[in-house]
């Protein structure tokens, strides 16, 4: 069943005196007990969807629905959505005030919401993220922990509030290189035991393919490919996946792309890929009879079904071709 | 000659609570035109240890052993001799780019300001220069005229790249030259240094927290824990056969997309990373480490051969080395 | 937990006191304070207050010191060192009150600019801005003139007219904390404005806003003085009345010294040991100067 969803969902802010068009129509589902990866470079506008999907950011079309009940923006409605929605950040260290002790960190939440057992909540909750026995860490102040630790601590600051989803925004980028599969594996854990459900933001795409479920992945305000990883990491349709699987340390003929950034100021026509992509710069595009299309033809915003999913008009058209004469591709 | 030789190199920092080692005992020693990964994660020494081949370690530091750079003592060296080596024989590539660099100042003349501090260029050769190296970075020539504010994250990284090589050094220390970057710049600036170390014959030291990233860039791996090298090695070996567990920690951290093993099981190690200050007796690693003895927490362990001692020398610091390989 | 909270924050205060000693100047200057506000605080205690009645004074008018009258009288023939201890009160008093306003302002003002975005921040900036370049002096003193002569009108003058410098400060550091990403966090645990600004905002401004006061203590007894010089006093003896009934009769050219030097050296010292005990303070608390030194 759908838990957190995003329905078409556009959000813009002024830059510079442009329009910057940072989340540009995406549909994202996450269901419950799954966990989801939002794949995508900086500035693809994945941080912004998550801050929406929070309540944090509020869209300037389209909805976010929990439950299949859409979100308002009444801070009695956004409270109540705060207890089911929790946010991880990706810098543990600036994510805690130094002021405040391990215990002040968790009870912040249950302390906003006025929950009754405070004490056995922040207790409960740092041993699930993993800091037992848990006494021993409520007078600790953040400096006086590892990086792992911190990061340990800002979850249970989230479990506090008992929430069915975690957004956790690249929550090992910072992290030291062994402590890594060790956040990742409580978040798993933390599936296996409390059915948490959760969106994990990151670049990273050997994050996705340890934990989640379903990736999906941006770029430039949209969402170009989705469905499960074992698919489209494995056998990826649209060329900005294959691109950003081919630069991967082990990979063995890297498509580096060329070109500048992506600018959500500046979002070219037909396929926003079309400038930077390498099938229609090899040629192969034009092969299929697209190249035109991809110029000019505007792609349709994925849905947020499960199943593997591309906006992309050359892996249509070879899909379709699949389809006419199924025996020759098979060989 | 050996470009870099370090022999037995120790760091450690005075503070007012104590003397804390962050380097303790390392030998190693590249080539030219060889490219070394060292990796390891915070609290290993690996930052320290770039810092220290150009003598850039603040005054509380206090260092002993032999930093060879052709053959000379970087150690002892005069002020006005060190200065040379600073950029003009080997420079630094530091992390974060959008700080190194001066916000007010035109891109073109931070490139060019080695060539005039050390008197190799001026005027309009200067600006040639400057322009050739925007190229050899993949960077358009009218770029030099700009500020670093009008430039991506993984163009910034190009210009500290150029201004590093601005002086034709023979040795570059990148410390996590590509950490803060994307996959896609990461790869670029990944392929700018490979061809850059291929085409002009320079030695690299590459320092990162990503194995997979090292091995895939360097020819040699030597994997840091707590101040001390524990494995080195061809980087093939070390990354795919870690004959230290600690390596073998590092190399599963990051998982091979496409590899059923890792699918829904990240790997990780337990415990924290070592605090310099307070390092666990024997072998450092034993605290964290999956195969521990009960030797290990009381003796240390040296370097031993790993490897089948036909091919590159390959040493890990482990009791369980000698078992397997005699 | 209670327990161990209690002494730790004891353990801080020991630090905050040992590093607060290696100030030398902080310990001159927290001296000279402890002197001024004993004399101040013990004045009914040690003296008679009769002494300070004209109609009841009884030395001869502008005498020199003598025994009876260490530091002279003045021109009603009341003694300069009796006046010296009651006004120390009252200097003291509108000092201290008129500072914890203009913080209590300012640092509303600060922490609400810097919190808000929007038209609620330009307002606030906008109305601080102009209190900023209003000349402070001239309207304190058209302010005393309105409400008239007492203490607590002269702490009203001084405490609106001069909270502006202090709301831009800690508006400028409630920007630098809001951008800590703990302020994200603890929005989305649902937190709101109130508990962003009294839970994370407020405790981070409070070392800069305590020094900060203690500056303006300083400022605010001078203030008070050229007020007081000026016309537009308390109706009180304080330093500053002093001063200008020392200037009214003459006193710097008829040579009596004793009326104008008192008075005027007691300001000094004061406002002198308040700076020195800010500037400690601002070092010790400051993060970013106690990593300079």
Redesign the interface.
């Known amino acids: 069943m759908t838990l957190l969803e995003a329905r078409d969902v556009r959000v813009e802010f002024a830059s510079r005196g442009r329009r910057a068009r940072a989340v540009d129509g995406v549909n994202l589902a996450v269901g419950e007990g799954e966990i989801v990866a939002l794949v995508g470079e900086s500035g693809c506008g994945k941080t912004t969807l998550a801050r929406t999907l929070l309540g944090l950011e509020r869209p300037t079309s389209g909805s976010v629905h929990y439950g299949g009940v859409p979100l308002a923006y009444s801070s009695r409605a956004l409270r109540a959505h705060r207890r089911e929605v929790q946010l991880v950040l990706q810098d543990p260290t600036g994510s805690l005030n130094p002021r405040h002790t391990v215990y002040e960190a968790v009870a912040e939440g249950p302390r906003i919401h006025r929950l009754p057992g405070e004490g056995d909540l922040v207790a409960s909750a740092l041993s699930r993220a993993g800091l037992r026995p848990p006494e021993r860490f409520f007078d600790r102040h953040p400096h006086e922990l590892s990086g792992g630790q911190r990061q340990r601590v800002v979850i249970a600051g989230a479990l506090a509030l008992e929430p069915r989803v975690l957004v956790a925004d690249e929550p090992v980028a910072s992290l030291d290189a062994s402590v890594r599969g060790e956040i990742l594996a409580l978040l798993l854990r933390l599936r296996a035991e409390l059915g948490l459900s959760a969106l994990v933001v990151t670049h990273d795409l050997g994050l996705a393919w340890n934990i989640a479920d379903r990736v999906a992945v941006m770029y430039l305000g949209r969402i170009v490919e989705s469905g499960p990883v074992e698919r489209i990491l494995t056998s990826p349709s649209h060329p900005y996946t294959q691109a950003l699987l081919s630069v991967l340390p082990e990979s063995r003929s890297p498509v580096v792309l060329g070109g500048e950034p992506p600018d959500p100021t500046r979002i070219p026509a037909g396929c926003r890929f079309h400038p930077r992509c390498q099938v229609l710069a090899s040629g192969a595009a034009a092969e299929a009879g697209v190249d035109g299309l991809c110029a000019s033809g505007e792609l349709p915003v994925l849905p947020s079904s499960a199943g593997s999913q591309v906006a992309c008009h050359h892996a249509e058209a070879r899909s379709a071709r699949h389809e006419a004469e199924p025996e020759t591709e098979r060989l | 000659m050996t470009l870099l030789e370090l022999r037995d190199l120790a760091v450690t920092y005075r503070g007012e609570t104590g003397d804390v080692p962050a380097v303790r005992g390392v030998s190693l020693g590249l080539e030219a035109g060889e490219a070394l990964g060292v990796a390891g994660?915070?609290g290993s020494g690996k930052s320290t240890l770039a810092m220290s081949l150009l003598r850039l370690l603040p005054r509380n530091a206090s260092v002993s052993g032999e930093i060879l750079l052709d053959g000379e003592d970087v150690l002892t060296m005069s002020w006005g001799r060190l200065r040379a080596v600073r950029w003009a024989s080997a420079s630094l590539v530091f992390q974060g780019a959008q700080h190194a660099l001066n916000p007010v100042r035109r891109i073109g003349d931070q490139i060019a300001e080695p060539l005039r501090v050390h008197g190799m260029a001026t005027g309009a050769e200067a600006r040639r220069r400057v322009t050739e190296l925007l190229e050899q970075v993949g960077l358009p020539a009218w770029r030099a005229r700009g500020y670093p504010h009008e430039l991506?994250?993984?163009q910034r990284q190009r210009v500290m790249i150029a201004m590093a090589l601005a002086c034709s050094p023979r040795l570059i220390v990148a410390d996590e030259p590509t950490t803060a970057l994307?996959?896609?710049?990461?790869?670029?600036v990944l392929?700018l240094i490979r061809s850059l170390i291929a085409e002009h014959g320079i030695g690299l030291i590459m320092i990162s927290?990503?194995?997979?990233?090292l091995?895939?860039t360097c020819d040699r791996l030597a994997v840091m824990y707590a101040g001390r090298v524990v494995e080195s090695g061809p980087s093939r070996e070390v990354f795919t056969g870690g004959r230290h567990p600690?390596s073998r920690?590092?190399a599963?951290?990051?998982?091979?997309?496409?590899?059923p093993a890792?699918?829904?099981?990240?790997?990780?190690?337990?415990g924290?990373?070592p605090d310099p200050a307070h390092l666990p007796t024997g072998c450092s690693f034993h605290p964290?480490c999956p195969v521990s003895l009960v030797s290990c927490a009381s003796e240390p362990v040296e370097l031993r051969v790993a490897g089948d001692g036909t091919g590159a020398p390959h040493t890990a610091a482990c009791v369980h080395v000698s078992e397997e390989s005699r | 937990m209670s327990t161990t909270a209690r002494t730790r924050r004891r353990a801080a205060l020991t630090r905050f006191r040992r590093q607060y000693a290696r100030q030398r100047a902080g310990l001159y200057g927290v001296a000279i304070l402890l002197v001024a506000v004993l004399a101040a605080l013990l004045a009914p205690l040690l003296t008679d207050p009769s002494g300070m009645d004209v109609t009841r004074a009884t030395g001869a008018r502008m005498a020199p010191p003598s025994m009876d009258f260490p530091l002279g009288t003045d021109e009603s023939g009341r003694s300069v060192a009796l006046m010296l201890l009651w006004g120390a009160r009252v200097s003291l008093l509108i000092g201290f009150m008129s500072a914890l306003l203009s913080m209590v302002i300012g640092t509303v003002f600060g922490i609400a600019a810097g919190h808000f975005r929007g038209w609620v921040a330009a307002v606030l900036m906008r109305v601080t801005d102009w209190f900023l370049v209003l000349p402070a002096l001239v309207l304190a003193m058209v302010l005393a003139a309105i409400l008239g002569g007492s203490p607590f009108t002269i702490i009203l003058a001084i405490g609106v007219t001069s909270w502006a410098s202090t709301a831009r400060l800690i508006r400028a550091q409630t920007l630098a904390v809001e951008a800590r990403p703990y302020i994200e966090r603890s929005r989305a645990l649902g937190a709101g404005h109130w508990h962003v600004m009294t839970r994370h905002v407020l405790p981070n401004v409070a070392p800069l806003v305590l020094a900060n006061t203690t500056l303006m203590v300083a400022s605010a007894i001078v203030t008070e003085s050229t007020l007081a010089f000026l016309g537009a006093g308390s109706g009180q003896v304080s330093w500053g009345t002093m001063l200008r009934g020392s200037y009214d009769w003459g006193a710097a050219t008829s040579g009596a010294w004793w009326y104008v030097l008192p008075p005027g050296l007691c300001i000094i010292a004061v406002v002198l040991a308040f700076t020195l005990c800010g500037r400690a303070l601002e070092t010790v608390l400051n993060p970013r100067l106690r990593g300079a030194s």
């Not at chain 2, 994307?182 to 670029?188: E, G, H, L, R, Y």
């Not at chain 2, 927290?209 to 990233?213: E, F, G, M």
């Not at chain 2, 599963?252 to 590899?259: I, K, L, Q, S, Y």
């Not at chain 2, 829904?264 to 190690?269: D, E, F, Q, R, T």
């Open positions: 994660e915070s991506s994250g993984g994307d996959v896609m710049i990461q790869a670029q392929s927290h990503d194995l997979s990233v091995a895939s600690y920690a590092l599963e951290a990051f998982p091979t997309v496409g590899d890792s699918r829904m099981a990240p790997k990780g190690l337990g924290d990373p964290r």
